[in-house]
């Protein structure tokens, strides 16, 4: 079978980048090279299109969002992810926000995934093995591990940054307790209509909320209820 990682894939990778910076999706020089040097194409699930902007079923009734929503919150967690700064991504999925926070962050920084489905999580710890992340995660500065996301991960907390991956019907009171004074959390809240919020946290511990835009995403539940929709 042939690999994802080939020197075509890379390619299209790259153009896929180029289209989002025409769209002026990515603003910043940062966040395209971080986009460019993690190809999405090792991210998904054999037979899927990369390359394509639009969402990928990844199996348990979960997704890897389009490129464009990606883009979006990497952008706006950008200021957040500064060389030895600490990120947490909850519902990481197949591995792709985290392994892009990592290159962020670089080996002075710590990028935390979290994801409910253990296979996924091993999914995706194989994925950044076949990456250009694949160093950080050898040497420690990104791990991936089995939680419920909505509780966070309280160990490594606070975090300079934390992207939710999923819609919750609500912002969970973790995810804002384990922000660090002068942070930011980007998140899915809603059921039918949803909106992507990104919240700043004061350095007085006082948040503010704003919505950035309206959104589609999956639930962001318990591991049992992902198992049993339809």
Same mark, same amino acid.
């Given at each position: 079978?042939?690999?994802?990682?080939?020197?075509?894939?890379?390619?299209?990778?790259?153009?896929?980048?180029?289209?989002?910076?025409?769209?002026?999706?990515?603003?910043?020089?940062?966040?395209?090279?971080?986009?460019?040097?993690?190809?999405?194409?090792?991210?998904?699930?054999?037979?899927?299109?990369?390359?394509?902007?639009?969402?990928?079923?990844?199996?348990?009734?979960?997704?890897?969002?389009?490129?464009?929503?990606?883009?979006?919150?990497?952008?706006?967690? @950008?200021?957040?992810?500064?060389?030895?700064?600490?990120?947490?991504?909850?519902?990481?999925?197949?591995?792709?926000?985290?392994?892009?926070?990592?290159?962020?962050?670089?080996?002075?920084?710590?990028?935390?995934?979290?994801?409910?489905?253990?296979?996924?999580?091993?999914?995706?710890?194989?994925?950044?093995?076949?990456?250009?992340?694949?160093?950080?995660?050898?040497?420690?500065?990104?791990?991936?591990?089995?939680?419920?996301?909505?509780?966070?991960?309280?160990?490594?907390?606070?975090?300079?940054?934390?992207?939710?991956?999923?819609?919750?019907?609500?912002?969970?009171?973790?995810?804002?307790?384990?922000?660090?004074? /002068? /942070? @930011?959390?980007?998140?899915?809240?809603?059921?039918?209509?949803?909106?992507?919020?990104?919240?700043?946290?004061?350095?007085?511990?006082?948040?503010?909320?704003?919505?950035?835009?309206?959104?589609?995403?999956?639930?962001?539940?318990?591991?049992?209820?992902?198992?049993?929709?339809?």
């Amino acid at each position: 079978m042939e690999r994802l990682w080939t020197s075509g894939s890379l390619g299209r990778n790259k153009e896929l980048v180029e289209r989002l910076q025409l769209y002026g999706i990515i603003k910043s020089k940062k966040v395209a090279e971080v986009m460019e040097a993690i190809d999405r194409g090792l991210f998904v699930p054999p037979g899927s299109a990369p390359y394509v902007d639009t969402p990928i079923l990844i199996g348990y009734n979960a997704t890897i969002s389009a490129p464009h929503m990606h883009a979006a919150c990497l952008e706006l967690l @950008r200021e957040h992810l500064q060389p030895g700064m600490r990120a947490l991504d909850v519902g990481s999925g197949t591995g792709y926000l985290t392994a892009c926070f990592a290159m962020m962050l670089g080996p002075e920084g710590r990028a935390l995934g979290v994801e409910h489905i253990a296979e996924l999580v091993d999914f995706s710890i194989n994925n950044i093995k076949n990456s250009a992340a694949s160093s950080f995660l050898k040497e420690g500065s990104l791990s991936m591990h089995i939680a419920d996301g909505r509780e966070g991960w309280p160990d490594l907390a606070p975090y300079d940054a934390i992207h939710v991956g999923a819609a919750a019907p609500e912002i969970p009171q973790p995810l804002i307790d384990q922000l660090k004074p /002068g /942070g @930011r959390l980007v998140i899915p809240v809603g059921t039918v209509f949803q909106d992507l919020q990104v919240i700043d946290k004061k350095m007085d511990g006082s948040v503010s909320i704003r919505s950035e835009t309206s959104v589609r995403y999956v639930p962001l539940t318990s591991k049992a209820a992902q198992l049993h929709s339809n």
